[in-house]
């Protein structure tokens, strides 16, 4: 378990490296685009480009809120009791 948690933080850096590399790179600011960008496109651009990836990413989000809310739920047994009695002494 701790030689996963090493390895997800060295994967972790090593993608921000890369990141930094490719954002900082000249090659990317080189040519500024002519066309601005307005809302449109966007909605246009999530709507119809890119609606079959929004909708995973929001299914994948889906999946972890549900498993996020099943971890925290308490099963003590002193609980389980107080939600079948209602908080009632028996």
Not at 11 to 27: C, E, K, M, R
Not at 35 to 54: H, N, R
């Amino acid at each position: 378990m701790r030689l996963l948690s090493i390895l997800t933080r060295v994967g972790l850096v090593f993608l921000g490296a890369i990141l930094i590399a490719i954002v900082s790179a000249d090659a990317v600011w080189e040519n500024p685009s002519d066309v601005e960008p307005t809302t449109i496109d966007l909605a246009s651009s999530l709507f119809g480009d890119w609606a079959l990836p929004l909708i995973a990413v929001g299914f994948l989000m889906a999946i972890a809120m549900v498993g996020a809310a099943y971890l925290v739920r308490d099963e003590r047994l002193v609980n389980l009791q107080w939600e079948l009695t209602g908080g009632e002494k028996e």
